[in-house]
Every structure is written in structure tokens, then in C-alpha cells.
């Protein structure tokens, strides 16, 4: 089993549906002797295994220590998690036997209210090789008893070489059912290679259907059918790829499938003539198998060194990201389920509305406590504000080609597609000097009517997992939008036209060129100019969360 990850796959007799999985966090906690994972299902669950130090002349002080390091894990998580320690503890809870190590266990399960899940009563758990001893060592104890129904000490017998027997139990530990997709629901997701463009098709498409674009129509009109436009010609001037299928997410090459074939043609006979241990039909099929795992890795093989020769003959970003990607750690903070109002929850369709919701209700304001004196003062003031711009509009000069193909130049290439499913820059940059025209009359008329379309104000939402937290809470994820690119367009179109200017030198955060690290420089030089008479205080302030709605500030 990984360390990291456990999957569960037995199938109930009555529906055949399989068991999902549950993903585990190895904790940082513990040393040679001392592992501690976390997991979540209908219970948070942090189990320590460990194997304590064998008693020998002083060895109760290495095994006080590794006692230590359990208690402070318990400590840490006992709060948010139900605890579970199990392994070979090498000291009894037996009242048959009394010695330095036993004397520390039994203090240590009594301090921290830990029980064994059962009753083990006299039961012996090690039996010497020599035969001259035997003793109770082996356990599992917890500090909630909810969480097992059963356990069983099992029989030694002759088929075991160890000198222990297995303990185990059985426990109301819910694991997620898998949901059944079928491959007709699911799409298949392309990806377009722009390094491939008609480009000249492209423009004639787009130059054929930019009539529909008018005056008469609304912005929002006319900024759906420049969607459409180019939309509809890049599905005709670019050539796309499969980067999402309908089915498995590996597809076979005609040689690893034919091996495929075989195996299964060979794992039949084989299982037809009652699975022999000794037959030739055994030893074919192990042979076939070395077989397709041979060519897997020639392919993987291949694959790699394909790649490497690319980035050495044309080295590219694109190309140095996709290695950086290929062998990147994959994540081990997944979860199968979700916690919606109190209990766990492991249908998408559920989970997908739990985030709705949640981001729905971050984004209104909780602070129903006012001065009410305060607030009228402000509306007053807003009030004010606002007649005397619409009495007196300040001008501004309208957006010019030039402007808007600026801002074309500051997207970026290679990014996601919107919720309309045009890219970052390319739909735009492929066809400047045919679609700008028309972007800056659509401008214009924003900035004439003083009205951001409804268009510009939806994204794709996708929650991020935030550092450390847990995986099931959904207040755990930041949500990273991503926000229609004509709106980023016209944003970039704005600020080309406003004057910001910091307030102070000395302001490094949100601004260009510099970063807030750069002023633990000065902090720094503070520290070592200060005089020794005098005091240096330091004050920091941030909110609770990031872009939550948050009434105070705290500092730390």
C-alpha cells in the first residue's frame, strides 16, 4: 500500500457498485520509529502506527521519547480528529506482567484516555520463535470507541512466520460509494493548436460575418456574435487536438493491445482449468505479462526521450512547462467528499452546489451592526457624489486602435478558454487588424452609455485547495475565476488611460517592479542601525482569509 494513498475496491454482492477511495495525508510528525497519517470520511481519523524499542538494558528512556512524540501528535490533533494508535508497542496492558516499559504504557494510556478497541483480556499477541515465551504486545487503541463495532485477535498458526499475530478490527468507518458515469454523459474536451493556423482563412471567415455586427444592436448583443464569429472560425482555421476522452484516460497502442488480448485469451484457460499453481498455462501468461510490461515501458521510454529531443532541437516555454509538469508530484490532498451541514456528502452534482452556494453567500456582507449615524452620513455623501457627476460628466477621450491593439499585446497565449470558450489572446491576435475596428466601436459605446455589459461579469469558478487546510471543509478552497477575455481586454484598455500614482517610495506591494519581500531589506537595516537604547516594533496586518467579506482586521 502507498503511504499516501489508500484505495478501496471490493464490490457489495447486490449492486456490484465499487467503493470509492480516501486520500491520505502523511504527517510531518514522528521519526524511524513513528508514522502519522490523516484521512477524512464520515470521521476525521488520525492514525499513528509505530513500533516501539524492544526492552533491553536502558531502553526505557528511547522509550519514553517515542511516548513523547505520540503525545504530542494526540495533542496536536486530538481536537479536530478521532485518534487511533496501533502497532507493535512492546509493553503490555496486561496485569500479568509489570515492567519498566509496561509501567510507562500504562500511565501513558491512562493520561491520555486511550482504551483498547475490545476486550483483550490474557490473550497473547507475541509468541517467541523458541517457544519459551509469549506475552501481549500488540494493540490498537483509540479515545473513541464509536468508531469500531468489532475486533479479533487471530489464532497463530503454521502458515504465519511472524512472531506476532494479527490484531485487527472492523470499524463504522464510511468509505464513498463510486458514482456510475456512464461515457455518453461525458465529453470530450479539445484543445486547439494554434501553432497550426490558417491564418489567412481565419481572417476571411471573420471579415464574412462581421456585418452582423451593427449600431442598432445592443453591446451585449454584439459582443455575443463577435463570440460567435470567432468561435466559428477558428473551428474551421485551426486544427485541434484530444485532451479529454470519453473513456479511459490511457489509450493502448495496437501492440500493447494485442498483448492485452493475449493475456486475457491466456488468463482464461488458465482460469477454466481450475487456476493450477504448477501448470504451463500459469507460466505462459507470466510470461505474457513480462511481455506487455516490456512494451509499456518502451513506449513510456520512447515517449520521454521524444520529448527531450524537442525541447533540445526547439526549446519553448510551452515545452519547458510540459517537462516541469510530466514530473511533478502529483497532489495528496484530494478528498471523495465534501462536509455539507454536517455530514459528508460524495455526489459531484452535491458538491458542486455546496461551492455554489458558499462563494454565493461569501460574497454578501455579515455585518448587520451600524452606526446608524455613521451609515446616513455616507449615503448622504454617495448621494451627493453621485449628482455631481451626473450633472457634470468628466470627459474622456475614446478608446483609438491603437489603445485597444496595446491591450491585445498584454494577454497572455496559452491560457484556459472562458466560459465562451475563447482563448486568452489568440482569438484576438490571429485577426487584429479585423476584429479591432470593431472592438473599439463596442468600447466606445460602453464608455458613451457608462455601463459594464452583463456579459463581463460572469467566469468559471474553480475552488483551490488553500495550504494545509482540510480537504473536505469547503471553506478550505479559494476560488480562482476565470473572467471572459474581452472583459480583461477592455480592464487592460482602462488602465491605460488612468494616472496611478503609490502615495509613498516606499509602497511594495502592488506595484510594478517591485515585491513586498524587497522590504524586509530596509527591516532588516532598521534592526541593525537601531540604537540598543531604543525599541523597534514591527506591526503587520492582514484579513482572516483571502477576498473573504471580512468586518475587522487583526494583527499579528
Known amino acids: 500500500m502507498d503511504s499516501n494513498f489508500l484505495e478501496v475496491k471490493q464490490e457489495f454482492p447486490s449492486s456490484g457498485q ?28 488520525c492514525l499513528i502506527n509505530t513500533y516501539m524499542p524492544t526492552r533491553e538494558t536502558d531502553s526505557q528512556y528511547e522509550y519514553g521519547v517515542c511516548l513523547d512524540i505520540i503525545h504530542s501528535i494526540i495533542e496536536k490533533y486530538q481536537s479536530t480528529h478521532q485518534v487511533v494508535v496501533c502497532g507493535d508497542l512492546n509493553g503490555t496492558l496486561a496485569t500479568s506482567r509489570n515492567n519498566k516499559h509496561d509501567q510507562l504504557l500504562k500511565q501513558f494510556v491512562l493520561e491520555m484516555n486511550l482504551s483498547t478497541v475490545g476486550n483483550y483480556g490474557e490473550q497473547k499477541t507475541f509468541f517467541h520463535h523458541s517457544g519459551q515465551s509469549s506475552s501481549q504486545i500488540d494493540y490498537i487503541l483509540t479515545n473513541n470507541k464509536d468508531i469500531y463495532c468489532n475486533h479479533e485477535i487471530w489464532e497463530n498458526t503454521s502458515s504465519n512466520v511472524s ?8 470499524t463504522n468507518i464510511a468509505v464513498p460509494l463510486l458514482e456510475k458515469f456512464s461515457n455518453q454523459n461525458k465529453k470530450t474536451v479539445q484543445r486547439l493548436k494554434w501553432n497550426e493556423i490558417d491564418e489567412q ?6 471579415s464574412e460575418k462581421l456585418s452582423d455586427i451593427r449600431e442598432d444592436k445592443t453591446t451585449s448583443e454584439n459582443i455575443k456574435t463577435l463570440t460567435s464569429i470567432l468561435l466559428k472560425a477558428s473551428h474551421l482555421a485551426v486544427p485541434s487536438k484530444i485532451t479529454k476522452l470519453k ?8 501492440k500493447v493491445r494485442k498483448h492485452l488480448k493475449t493475456c486475457k485469451q491466456l488468463y482464461s484457460k488458465w482460469k477454466a482449468l481450475g487456476k493450477p499453481e504448477n501448470h504451463q498455462s500459469k507460466q505462459d501468461l507470466k510470461s505474457e505479462k513480462k511481455k506487455l510490461r516490456s512494451q509499456q515501458r518502451q513506449e513510456q521510454a520512447t515517449d520521454r526521450r521524444k520529448l527531450y529531443e524537442q525541447i533540445m532541437d526547439n526549446p519553448s516555454s510551452e515545452l519547458f512547462f510540459k517537462l516541469i509538469n510530466r514530473n511533478k508530484s502529483k497532489s495528496k490532498t484530494e478528498t471523495s467528499g465534501l462536509e455539507i451541514d454536517g455530514k459528508f456528502d460524495f455526489s459531484s452534482q452535491n458538491q458542486s452546489r455546496a461551492f455554489a452556494n458558499y462563494y454565493e453567500d461569501l460574497s454578501l456582507p455579515k455585518e448587520n451592526e451600524y452606526d446608524n449615524a455613521y451609515l446616513e452620513l455616507c449615503q448622504i455623501r454617495q448621494k451627493i457624489v453621485e449628482e455631481t457627476f451626473s450633472q457634470n460628466l468628466p470627459s474622456m477621450d475614446p478608446y483609438t486602435e491603437k489603445e485597444v491593439k496595446q491591450a491585445i499585446e498584454f494577454l497572455n497565449t496559452g491560457k484556459s478558454a472562458d466560459e465562451h470558450g475563447i482563448c486568452a489572446a489568440e482569438h484576438l491576435k490571429y485577426a487584429q487588424h479585423t476584429v479591432v475596428p470593431v472592438i473599439t466601436k463596442i468600447f466606445n459605446k460602453i464608455l458613451q452609455e457608462r455601463k459594464v455589459p452583463v456579459d463581463f461579469k460572469s467566469g468559471i469558478l474553480t475552488p483551490v485547495l488553500k495550504k494545509e487546510k482540510n480537504p473536505s471543509l469547503v471553506n478550505s478552497y479559494r476560488g480562482i475565476t476565470v473572467t471572459p477575455v474581452l472583459s480583461k481586454l477592455h480592464e487592460f484598455c482602462i488602465l491605460g488611460k488612468l494616472f496611478i500614482n503609490s502615495g509613498t517610495d516606499l509602497q511594495f506591494g502592488f506595484t510594478a517592479g517591485l515585491w513586498p519581500l524587497f522590504a524586509s531589506l530596509i527591516i532588516s537595516e532598521c534592526k541593525c542601525e537601531i540604537s540598543s537604547a531604543l525599541s523597534l516594533y514591527l506591526a503587520t496586518v492582514d484579513v482572516q482569509s483571502a477576498f473573504d467579506v471580512v468586518p475587522t482586521y487583526h494583527s499579528s
Open 18 to 45: 465499487k467503493l470509492g477511495t480516501i486520500r491520505l495525508k502523511k504527517l510531518p510528525d514522528g521519526n524511524e520509529r513513528i508514522v502519522a497519517i490523516l484521512f477524512t470520511s464520515n470521521w476525521n481519523i
Open 163 to 170: 512472531s506476532h499475530v494479527p490484531v485487527s478490527m472492523i
Open 247 to 254: 473513456g479511459p484516460k490511457w489509450k493502448a497502442s495496437p
Open 201 to 206: 482563412l481565419y481572417r476571411d471567415t471573420i
